[in-house]
């Protein structure tokens, strides 16, 4: 009984320390992606990898884990961005422009094979 006891008391100590923060602009719904970004730095060539790049390529470990994604808001959403824009879950879309679709384009028929 003391061992549950104990088991719970930790629990409840530890919640607070994993619990999600929340900021005052959370839920971010538009990403600010259009910022300038810096220039990449340079990669070096094959020349300059050495010999060895291959097998540590090849045998090393995968790659490393960096956390979790970067581009969702806070309650699990992605926020709309220039390159989406989540059309039906903030302001549900009516029956008729679900049934609306995209117009498709009149291309010349693919050859045949």
Do not use: C, I, K
């Not at 994993?18 to 094959?46: H, I, N, V």
């Amino acid at each position: 009984m003391v061992v549950l006891l104990l088991v719970l008391v930790g629990l409840a100590l530890a919640a607070p320390v994993t619990a999600q923060r929340f900021l005052p602009d959370d839920p971010l719904w538009t990403d600010p992606d259009r910022m300038d970004m810096p220039y990449p730095e340079p990669q070096p060539d094959e020349r300059e990898r050495g010999p060895f790049e291959f097998l540590e390529r090849t045998f090393g470990s995968p790659g490393e884990h960096t956390g979790p994604a970067l581009n969702v808001n806070t309650v699990g959403g992605v926020p709309n961005s220039s390159w989406y824009t989540n059309r039906h879950y903030r302001v549900p879309m009516s029956e008729a422009e679900l049934r609306r679709r995209r117009p498709t384009p009149r291309w010349p028929p693919a050859p045949r094979w």
